[in-house]
């Protein structure tokens, strides 16, 4: 503000760039004494004012040696008092021409707003009442042919030669033209945010700034518009996209790059400003203006003249559409308002909207009243019947902001105030009580530009009834979400929601076009006397984080209008070729990259089938460097002259070896020997594997085969064998102390140790056949790999005289071996030439040895040693 004088500047801010003026400030000049010019007094009539004039006009003509400067005075002077508005607007304020003010308000609704306000009645002689109309009696002919004309569809009853191009009398592919520009454009693509199911969250949409390719013709009632600025708006940030990758905008200002073959009215070069039809074009599926070039239909966009081209930067003629809903929503459901009156408003604090509102409404002296609701304030609603003082006197106010959302209130407040508003509010509360304590009249009118169930709520408990001609106007787009209103309290108030869409509006009616440019060559003569303030923020696709500039943008604490500008065709054509360079090295390194992967899987499958094929076998790794035997954790039984060795090995000693105490009481000469994998060295690891993981209870961990195989399992098949090995030396000293042979040996497992003890059956560890094995719940590392291994080791092995009695012990309950293993190893099983598989159920069990499992035992040990 230039001192106190209120006059605003017009602001266009660069992104992180200082404020420069729009238009220079001009000094207001005295107007001369036109009265002593000609020398009457000021209530000399007009042939008094002719006569004088005569003869001042004789004496000063510059051919008689008269003054020039004071001759054209003199004219001046004599237009001014013959005319009777001049004359009367002259005496009143001292000038004879208009302020950009006053040529504003007197044609704002047809000068209703002047300040000569036309008569009261005169809405009441507009309206034809019931009674007059029943009284005048049936309609005649013609009346009734009126009638029926207005309920026809103008535009349906008139056809065009537009309409008979947009049919197939014509070849299409003919008519259409090359777009010129050869590579892609960068376009502002949005995606909706979704849940882990890919379903809408709704909210603000997610961003992508990424050249993409134009589609290659243009249409013949097309036009292609190279696009300079694109206001981000609420419709943007939270459109209700479906899909990913849609490109943004619904309006933009640009010049036109290419015509159609059939577009006569737009040239190359001309201004425009894009606002499509809204039956063409939706949320979800808009024009896309947010893009360097933009193809669009010819009836689509709207040329704007030089007038304002000449005045006006292109960030702040994309606003134009947001200007002009401001004025028509004022316009036309401000109708019977008069200067005084209160605007109730609840989103002057959101971007060009806001400020053009609380702007025009100071123009047309009228008062704004805003509600300002900010992101962490407390939110203090008034609930309850309408016009009810428990509604909101009831309501705990004691919550207290904190200090941030304290300064940022205190800051847009004053800059409201600056434009124009008469009170700021923090909620519906505060300005109840404000009216109260005042005792001032509610608004008749209400603009509601946030658009959610609770704005439009409250707005509703703060205006005057229905029967006053109350009304809400809601223009803004909000988050795209439903406006509920309770039944109740919309019949309770018994106003209007009236829903204002500015491209809706221009396209209705052919003169609205006009209208719209008129509105705009307003505008612009009260921005050229600075009159007029549009604060934006300017961010460039390609070059500027579009993240930043769309937060900015859906920040209620930040006024700022964000405006998106576009780099040229040269800029494209540069990024286009350095893109296209760097995506061919992208891909030759990707190429390499994919080369060098290859290679390297290739060596490391080449070194896992070495190392498979040398698993079990002498010279593994494992069969070259044993790490000793298993450790001994009981003894028991017949240990003198056992005509049997029965040798279990579990996962768990400490716990098994008390229930396996059990065991030699009923097996006569028959030694116990339990030994413990899990205390050896080369068990740490197998320890740790848990069971309980999602792959195993899947079953998806046992049927991985050799090229699923990862170093982790490479590594549990190598503890596998050396375990397998050390259970072999740890057996033989014992079958030597014993005097017995391999074929005596009945080797009992469960979990983890049963799967090791078949390996180093089935892999021929054992120097010979042992006697026979029982399994409680056996996890077997992967079946496929032991199958495909026997039948190798089968190949070179001696054939066995005898196969092998397996009995297969199984959990019901046992979520470690699903089904899908169980079926797998059975198969594996029944292939195995030398062994003979029994499998069984254990009733409500569970992966446990307890003694359910050790009466199970004792029944198949009476098998085992016949």
């Known amino acids: 503000r230039a001192g106190s004088s209120g006059i605003i500047v017009l602001v266009v801010e660069r992104k992180r760039v200082p404020a420069f003026a729009f238009a220079s400030t001009v000094a207001a000049m005295a107007e001369p004494d036109y009265y002593s010019l000609i020398g009457v007094d000021r209530n000399a009539t007009l042939h008094e004012i002719r006569s004088k004039f005569r003869a001042k006009v004789l004496a000063e003509h510059p051919d008689k040696g008269g003054d020039p400067k004071k001759f054209q005075m003199l004219n001046k002077a004599y237009n001014i008092l013959t005319d009777q508005e001049k004359r009367r607007r002259y005496d009143a304020t001292g000038r004879a021409d208009k302020s950009a003010e006053e040529e504003f308000v007197e044609g704002f609704g047809g000068g209703r707003l002047h300040f000569e306000p036309r008569a009261k009645d005169a809405d009441d002689r507009a309206v034809v009442s019931l009674q007059d109309r029943i009284i005048a009696g049936p309609q005649s002919h013609e009346e009734g042919f009126a009638e029926w004309l207005r309920q026809r569809d103008q535009n349906a009853m008139v056809l065009t030669d537009k309409d008979f191009m947009k049919t197939h009398l014509f070849n299409a592919a003919e008519l259409s033209t090359k777009i010129a520009h050869p590579g892609p454009v960068h376009h502002m693509l949005g995606s909706p945010k979704t849940d882990a199911y890919g379903q809408p969250l709704g909210g603000a949409v997610q961003v992508l700034a990424k050249p993409r390719p134009l589609k290659k013709t243009l249409e013949h009632d097309e036009v292609l518009v190279r696009m300079l600025a694109v206001p981000v708006d ?13 490109c943004l905008g619904m309006t933009g200002v640009g010049r036109i790059e290419q015509a159609g073959s059939r577009v006569e009215d737009l040239k190359q070069e001309d201004a425009v400003i894009i ?50 809903c401001a004025y028509t929503v004022l316009e036309q459901y401000g109708s019977k308002l008069k200067p005084g009156d209160s605007v109730l408003m609840n989103a002057a604090h959101i971007s060009a909207a806001g400020a053009a509102f609380l702007q025009l409404l100071k123009l047309l002296k009228l008062k704004p009243l805003c509600i300002l609701p900010l992101p962490g304030a407390p939110r203090n609603l008034v609930r309850g019947e309408w016009g009810t003082k428990s509604a909101w006197q009831d309501v705990d106010v004691r919550s207290v902001p904190s200090a941030t959302v304290r300064a940022q209130y205190e800051r847009i407040s004053e800059n409201l105030v600056n434009l124009g508003a008469e009170e700021v509010f923090p909620d519906a509360v505060a300005l109840l009580r404000w009216r109260d304590r005042n005792q001032r009249m509610l608004p008749k009118l209400a603009l509601d530009g946030i658009a959610t169930k609770e704005s439009c709520e409250q707005l509703i408990h703060c205006v005057q009834s229905g029967d006053k001609d109350s009304q809400i106007v809601v223009y803004g787009h909000g988050a795209a979400r439903p406006i509920e209103i309770s039944p109740s309290l919309l019949a309770a108030w018994g106003g209007k929601i009236n829903g204002f869409n500015i491209a809706r509006w221009v396209h209705s009616v052919s003169a609205n076009q006009k209208k719209m440019m008129a509105v705009m060559e307003n505008v612009t003569k009260l921005v050229r006397t600075n009159k007029f303030l549009l604060e934006t923020v300017l961010y460039k696709v390609g070059e500027d984080a579009i993240t930043d500039a769309f937060s ?15 780099p040229t065709l040269q800029e494209e054509l540069h990024t286009s070729t350095e893109e296209q360079r760097k995506e061919k090295e992208r891909q030759i390194q990707m190429q390499e990259e994919e080369a060098r992967r290859r290679k390297e899987e290739e060596e490391r499958d080449k070194l896992k089938t070495e190392w498979l094929n040398l698993l079990f076998t002498d010279q593994s790794v494992a069969g070259l460097n044993p790490e000793g035997p298993l450790p001994v954790s009981y003894e028991g039984g017949d240990l003198k002259a056992p005509t049997h060795l029965l040798v279990f090995i579990g996962d768990n000693p400490k716990v098994e070896n008390a229930v396996l105490k059990e065991v030699p009481a009923s097996i006569g000469s028959c030694g116990v020997l339990s030994v413990s994998w899990s205390q050896h060295p080369a068990g740490e690891a197998y320890v740790e594997f848990n069971l309980k993981a999602p792959e195993v209870v899947d079953g998806s961990w046992y049927l991985r085969d050799r090229p699923a195989f990862e170093n982790q399992d490479l590594d549990l098949l190598h503890d596998v064998e050396l375990l397998g090995r050390s259970l072999v030396e740890t057996l033989e000293s014992r079958l030597a102390e014993y005097a017995l042979d391999w074929k005596n040996v009945i080797l009992v497992g469960f979990g983890k140790g049963a799967g090791i003890a078949l390996y180093a059956s089935l892999m021929r560890l054992f120097p010979k056949q042992i006697g026979s094995m029982i399994m409680f719940s056996p996890i077997v590392l992967f079946p496929s790999y032991l199958s495909e291994k026997v039948q190798a080791i089968s190949k070179t092995a001696p054939p066995v005289t005898q196969p092998l009695k397996i009995f297969a012990v199984w959990g019901n309950r046992n979520r470690s071996t699903p089904g899908t293993y169980r079926q797998l190893l059975a198969q594996t099983l029944r292939k195995v030439p030398q062994v003979h598989c029994t499998p069984d159920t254990l009733p409500e069990a569970d992966h446990s040895f307890d003694s359910k499992s050790v009466a199970i035992l004792q029944q198949l040990l009476s098998l085992c040693m016949r």
């Open 275 to 324: 606002l499509p039809k809204p039956t063409k074009y939706s949320l979800d599926k808009p024009v896309g203006t947010a893009r360097t070039l933009v193809p669009c239909h010819e009836e689509d966009v709207i040329k704007v003249p030089n007038e304002i081209l000449e005045e006006l930067t292109p960030e702040q003629i994309s606003l134009t559409p947001i200007i002009v």
């Open 234 to 246: 609420d419709s943007m940030v939270y459109a209700p996209l479906k899909k990913s990758g849609v």
């Open 552 to 566: 900015r943008a859906s920040d209620p604490a930040d006024s700022t209008q964000v405006v998106l500008i576009f």
